[in-house]
């Protein structure tokens, strides 16, 4: 079986349910082959497992949309206070980046990861629980170390290697979008 391999990222003012998904979804970002520390960082804030969207599964990751688009915005000011590599290149994404959560502003954030869970041929449930417990939570707490002065060695990486991290595509329509109804 083929599947495809991107972790997508949505915004909408409400949940979704076992009966549906809300209506509108905003599209955010996508991020081939993995799930980005961008997308961590915006799952960030009360982070909870929902229903998916997209799959049959409680495998959707909802959060405070205000929380996470503050930390990742405030994260991406502070690694360009230093000397990073392709300055334009960095400029110029960080200003989309906080540009297009400007736009797509919702309540929360719903990350989608099962493509991402299934590649890695993961117990979906489990797989989803875990980027909570785990993946976010360090994520977060680094970025907000980051923030208070501390992990200048992390934040010396993120100026060296900044795309991994940071350069998804962020876009009003993405591979798998909703109908606006």
């Known amino acids: 079986m083929s599947v495809a391999n991107r972790s997508y990222l949505y915004a909408a003012d409400s949940l979704p349910t076992e009966q549906g998904v809300p209506r509108p979804v905003r599209c955010v970002s996508e991020h081939n082959w993995s799930i980005p520390l961008a997308h961590l960082l915006l799952a960030g804030h009360e982070p909870a497992v929902v229903p998916s969207m997209i799959w049959n599964h409680r495998i959707c990751v909802a959060a405070d949309y205000a929380a996470g688009a503050d930390l990742l915005t405030a994260l991406l000011r502070l690694v360009g206070e230093g000397e990073v590599d392709d300055r334009e290149g960095f400029d110029d994404l960080a200003a989309r980046t906080a540009l297009h959560l400007e736009k ?3 309540r929360h954030f719903l ?3 099962g493509e991402i869970f299934s590649i890695n ?3 979906l ?3 989803a629980q875990s980027l909570i417990d785990v993946e976010i939570d360090i994520a977060v707490t680094r970025a907000r170390a ?3 002065g501390r992990e200048t060695a992390w934040l010396e990486e993120l100026r060296k290697d900044w795309s ?3 350069a998804s ?3 009003d329509h993405l591979y798998y979008s909703f109908p606006d109804d």
Do not use: K
Request: hydrophobic share 40%; aromatic share 14%; no cysteine.
């Open 104 to 106: 797509q502003r919702s």
């Open 125 to 127: 449930a489990t797989a």
């Open 169 to 171: 595509f962020y876009a």
């Open 164 to 166: 991994t991290p940071f």
């Open 111 to 113: 990350l989608e990861p």
């Open 146 to 148: 980051a923030l208070d």
């Open 121 to 123: 041929e993961e117990d």
